[in-house]
């Protein structure tokens, strides 16, 4: 899977929002987004799913503490489109984060406890155009 841009020391805490908005591939089979602590310490995986791993149009979320991944969770509704746009609010709270999507949300619990939010990356097919936090 292709790695976009890596984002270290955002600093985000509960309260604060991290916006991301790119374009999906054409031939899009999914792509990733990573927040956490670093690399090893994901608080959460958000991967929508268009055709991968036995998944078809579905946002798998996980977390990962080291190489230890958490369990699967899987929200059916899938806004996005091959060869669209995308915007991606995630809004970090004290026990989860709520992931924004155009017409749809949800919470992701905070499994790890992190007090703060110091990473982010892309990978696959997805490309990132811009970030904004706050």
Same mark, same amino acid.
């Given at each position: 899977?292709?790695?976009?841009?890596?984002?270290?020391?955002?600093?985000?805490?509960?309260?604060?929002?991290?916006?991301? %908005?790119?374009?999906?591939?054409?031939?899009? %089979?999914?792509?990733?987004?990573?927040?956490? %602590?670093?690399?090893?310490?994901?608080?959460?995986?958000?991967?929508? $799913?268009?055709?991968?791993?036995?998944?078809?149009?579905?946002?798998?979320?996980?977390?990962?503490?080291? +190489?230890?991944?958490?369990?699967?969770? $899987?929200?059916?509704?899938?806004?996005?489109?091959?060869?669209?746009?995308? +915007?991606?609010?995630?809004?970090?709270?004290?026990?989860?984060?709520?992931?924004?999507?155009?017409?749809?949300?949800?919470?992701?619990?905070? $499994?790890?406890?992190?007090?703060?939010?110091?990473?982010?990356?892309?990978?696959?097919?997805?490309?990132?155009?811009?970030?904004?936090? +706050?």
């Amino acid at each position: 899977m292709s790695c976009g841009p890596v984002c270290t020391n955002l600093g985000l805490k509960p309260g604060q929002r991290l916006t991301v %908005k790119g374009k999906v591939a054409p031939n899009a %089979k999914s792509f990733v987004m990573n927040l956490g %602590k670093d690399a090893t310490l994901l608080g959460l995986h958000f991967n929508p $799913r268009f055709d991968a791993h036995g998944d078809v149009n579905t946002i798998v979320c996980n977390s990962k503490k080291v +190489e230890e991944w958490g369990a699967e969770h $899987r929200e059916a509704v899938f806004p996005f489109q091959k060869g669209g746009t995308a +915007e991606i609010t995630f809004a970090v709270n004290q026990s989860d984060v709520t992931v924004h999507l155009p017409g749809h949300q949800f919470t992701f619990p905070n $499994r790890l406890n992190l007090s703060v939010f110091d990473y982010f990356d892309t990978q696959g097919d997805f490309t990132l155009q811009s970030i904004s936090w +706050e």
